[in-house]
C-alpha cells in the first residue's frame, strides 16, 4: 500500500496571507490527525477527521481548520498567516482512530515558511 | 493533564554500544504508549506501542521498551546501536478522549560516533 501523502513538500508564504495543505490517507484508513512541528513547541496535536466529521481538536486559534472528504482526503487551511505559523505540518492516518492502541502512520510533512 | 517527559535532549552513543533512551508520562488510567523515530526531513515511524500485555515491548530495527507502571516510565533500549540509527526519537502516550490525539515528548535527539 501506498504510504501517507503530503502535498505540497515545501512551501512559502507571507504574513497575512492564507494557506491550504492537503494529506492523502493510506487507502482504507478513515481517520485522520493533523500535528504541528516547531522547534519551541514540539509536536502538538491540531485535529482529527473521521468520517468527514472532525472529532477532536487541539489547542489553537480559530485560524486553523481542517475538513475531510467523503475520500477520507483531508486538508487543512490557515488564514492570516503569522511568523509563528511556520513548522513542519505532519498528517497521520488509521483505519479507525478510536481503537486502544491503533496506530498512526505519519506523512512526510509539510515544511511552511512565514516571511 | 497529561504530559510526556524526556529528559534527555540529545544523547551521543558509540556505534556498537548500547542504548536506553528515557520516558517518563503523566496519566491517570492505563496509558497507550508509543515510541516514534523521525529522520531528518521525514515524517515519523513507529518504532513499538503499548497498550496492555507483556510490559516488554519489541519493535523494529532491534528496539525494544519496557513499560513500568510503578514509575510511570516507558523507556526505549537497544542492545548495539548501528550508525543509522541517528536520529530523533519521540515518546507519545495516547490522550484521554482518544480520537487519535497523541501528546508527545520534548524528543531525544541521537547522535552515533563511529
Known amino acids: 500500500k501506498a504510504g501517507v501523502t503530503q502535498t505540497p513538500r515545501y512551501l512559502i508564504k507571507t504574513r497575512g496571507q492564507q494557506v491550504t495543505l492537503s494529506c492523502s490517507p493510506i487507502s482504507g484508513h478513515r481517520s485522520v490527525s493533523w500535528y504541528q512541528q516547531t522547534p519551541g513547541q514540539g509536536l502538538q496535536f491540531l485535529f482529527e477527521?473521521?468520517?468527514?466529521?472532525?472529532?477532536n481538536k487541539g489547542n489553537f486559534p480559530g485560524r486553523f481548520s481542517g475538513r475531510q472528504f467523503s475520500n477520507s482526503r483531508s486538508e487543512m487551511n490557515v488564514s492570516t498567516l503569522e511568523l509563528g505559523d511556520s513548522a513542519l505540518y505532519l498528517c497521520a492516518s488509521s483505519p479507525r482512530g478510536d481503537a486502544v492502541g491503533e496506530t498512526q502512520y505519519f506523512g512526510p510533512g509539510t515544511r511552511l515558511l512565514v516571511l | 493533564a497529561q504530559s510526556v517527559t524526556q529528559p534527555d535532549i540529545h544523547i551521543t552513543v558509540s556505534e556498537g554500544a548500547s542504548l536506553e533512551l528515557r520516558c517518563n508520562y503523566s496519566y491517570g488510567a492505563t496509558p497507550y504508549l508509543f515510541w516514534y523515530v523521525q529522520s531528518p526531513g521525514q515524517g515519523l515511524q513507529l518504532l513499538l506501542k503499548y497498550f496492555s500485555g507483556d510490559t516488554l515491548v519489541q519493535g523494529i530495527k532491534g528496539f525494544e521498551a519496557e513499560f513500568k507502571r510503578s514509575q510511570s516510565s516507558f523507556n526505549l533500549r537497544k542492545p548495539s546501536v548501528h550508525w543509522s540509527d541517528a536520529a530523533e526519537y519521540f515518546c507519545?502516550?495516547?490522550?484521554?478522549?482518544?480520537?487519535?490525539?497523541?501528546?508527545f515528548g520534548a524528543g531525544t535527539r541521537l547522535a552515533v560516533h563511529p
Open positions: 507519545a502516550v495516547g490522550a484521554v478522549g482518544g480520537y487519535n490525539k497523541l501528546i
Open positions: 477527521y473521521f468520517s468527514e466529521t472532525q472529532r
